[in-house]
C-alpha cells in the first residue's frame, strides 16, 4: 500500500494513500482530528494510566494519547492485519526504545509501554478482564458488539469512551435497526441527534447495570455526524440502580414542536420516544478543566474551542427549542436566538445555546412561554 507521513497533536502518522477514506485498506479520517483532540483533553484531565484502543487502524489514537497525555501504559488493537502491520511502523515513527515483535503482538518499551495486538477486540477485552483504566471503541458504525466485553474489560471504576457512528438507526431513519440494536424507538426531526446520543447511553446503562455497575456522563456530544460519550463506571448495584433511574421516555408533538419526558421503567402513555437516558451530558468541573488545558499542540484547537466554550455554556436539561422549526411548526416567523433568549431571561429562565444545534436554545421555561416570546416579537 502507498503511504503519505501527515501530523495530528504530537504524532507522526503514516496513512493509506486513497481517493476515498472507505476506499483504503487502514482507515483514516481526517476529520476524526476533532474527536481524537477532545479525547486527548479528556483522557488529560482523568488522567488514566491503562489504555486501551481497541480498534485503532493505523494507530492514531493510541499514539496521541501516549505522546499527549500522563497515560503509560497503551495497547493498540486492530483485527486488520494491514492494520496491525501500520500500527508497528507508526510505533516506529514515534517512539524510541526497544521493540519486540512476535506474530499477532508487538511490545514497544521506551518511557511508556505501547502493546500492539492483532486480535478481535472481544477476544482481547475477555482476556484482559477489569484491567483497563480507559477503553476506547471507535468502530465502523455501531459500538453495540463490543459493549460487553468492554464493560468487563473496564476496571470498576474505569472509564468508557464510545463512538456511534449509525446515526441513521440512532436519528430514526432506520427504526427497525434502533430497535434491534439499541432495544429503543428513535425520533425524527429536530431532537433526533440528542434523542440517538440518548438512547446511546441509556443502552450503555442497561448493560452496564447487569454487572452492579452505575454510569456517569462525564462529556457526551454529537457532531460531524457522529456520536461520543465519555462515561465514568461507578461500582455497586446501588450505583446501577441510581443509573437506571435516569433512564426515561420522550414525548414529541410534531405539530408544534413540543416536548415532555418521563423518568419511568415502562411509558405511562402512548407514542414515548426510547427508552433514552435523562442525565446529565456533562460533568461541568471535567468539561471547564478540559477547556482550561493547554490546545496549543492540538491539530483543531481552534474548533475544539469553539466547541467546548459552547458546552461549558450550555444548560444540562434534556432537549431544546429549534427557532427555526419552532417558527415552521407553528405557522410564525424566525427571529434571533439572542432576542427570544433575552425575552425569556427578563422572566427569570434560564437559556443557553445548545452544541446540537445552531438554531436552537435550551431552556428552562415552558414551550408556552417560547412559543409567547417568538409571538411578541
Ligand atoms: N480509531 C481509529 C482512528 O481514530 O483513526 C479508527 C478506527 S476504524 C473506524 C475501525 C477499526 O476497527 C478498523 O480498522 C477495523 O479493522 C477495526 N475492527 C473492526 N472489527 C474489529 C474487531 N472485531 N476487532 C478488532 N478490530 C476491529
Redesign the pocket.
Known amino acids: 500500500m502507498e503511504l503519505i507521513k501527515l501530523k495530528e497533536g504530537k504524532a507522526e502518522i503514516l496513512v493509506p494513500k486513497a481517493e476515498r477514506i472507505y476506499d483504503a485498506p487502514?482507515?483514516?479520517?481526517p476529520v476524526?482530528a476533532l474527536?481524537?483532540d477532545l479525547s486527548v483533553l479528556l483522557l488529560k484531565v482523568v488522567k488514566a494510566e491503562r489504555v486501551l484502543?481497541?480498534?485503532?487502524?493505523?494507530g492514531?489514537?493510541g499514539i496521541r494519547y501516549a505522546l499527549e497525555t500522563e497515560a503509560d501504559e497503551i495497547w493498540l488493537?486492530?483485527?486488520?492485519p494491514e492494520?496491525f502491520k501500520l500500527i508497528i511502523e507508526n510505533l516506529k515513527l514515534n517512539f524510541e526504545g526497544e521493540l519486540k515483535i512476535n506474530e499477532r503482538s508487538a511490545t514497544l518499551k521506551d518511557k511508556k509501554t505501547l502493546i500492539a495486538t492483532n486480535?478481535?477486540?472481544?477476544?482481547?477485552m475477555a482476556e484482559k478482564f477489569r484491567y483497563f483504566d480507559f477503553l476506547?471503541l471507535?468502530?465502523?458504525g455501531s459500538p453495540v458488539?463490543?459493549l460487553d466485553s468492554s464493560l468487563r474489560s473496564l476496571k470498576r471504576k474505569g472509564v468508557l469512551a464510545l463512538?456511534a457512528?449509525d446515526t441513521a438507526p440512532l436519528c430514526g431513519a432506520h427504526p427497525k435497526a434502533c430497535l434491534r440494536k439499541y432495544n429503543a424507538k428513535p425520533v425524527r426531526g429536530e431532537l433526533c441527534h440528542e434523542s440517538g446520543l440518548r438512547i446511546l447511553i441509556g443502552t450503555v446503562v442497561r448493560y452496564a447495570a447487569k454487572y452492579d455497575l452505575g454510569v456517569e456522563v462525564l462529556f457526551a456530544y454529537y457532531k460531524d455526524h457522529y456520536f461520543r460519550a465519555f462515561l465514568r463506571l461507578k461500582d455497586g448495584a446501588k450505583e446501577g440502580d441510581k443509573a437506571l433511574k435516569n433512564l426515561g421516555y420522550l414525548y414529541f408533538d410534531t405539530k408544534a414542536g413540543e416536548f415532555e419526558v418521563e423518568r419511568a421503567f415502562l411509558p405511562s402513555k402512548p407514542d414515548a420516544f426510547g427508552p433514552l437516558w435523562l442525565g446529565p451530558l456533562k460533568n461541568q468541573e471535567i468539561v471547564e478543566k478540559m477547556n482550561a488545558e493547554d490546545k496549543g499542540e492540538l491539530a483543531e484547537k481552534k474548533k475544539v474551542s469553539k466547541f467546548l466554550n459552547v458546552v461549558v455554556e450550555e444548560l444540562d436539561v434534556p432537549f431544546f427549542y429549534d427557532i427555526h422549526a419552532l417558527a415552521r411548526r407553528n405557522s410564525l416567523e424566525v427571529r434571533k436566538l439572542s432576542d427570544i433568549a433575552a425575552m425569556l431571561q427578563e422572566k427569570g429562565y434560564r437559556v443557553s445555546r445548545t452544541h446540537f444545534s445552531p438554531t436552537a436554545i435550551k431552556t428552562d421555561a415552558p414551550f408556552e412561554e417560547v412559543l409567547e416570546a417568538l409571538k411578541a416579537l
Open positions: 487502514v482507515f483514516y479520517n476524526m474527536n481524537r484502543d481497541a480498534l485503532s487502524a493505523t492514531i489514537r488493537n486492530d483485527i486488520n492494520a486480535k478481535d477486540a472481544n477476544l482481547l476506547d471507535d468502530p465502523f458488539e463490543f463512538t457512528t
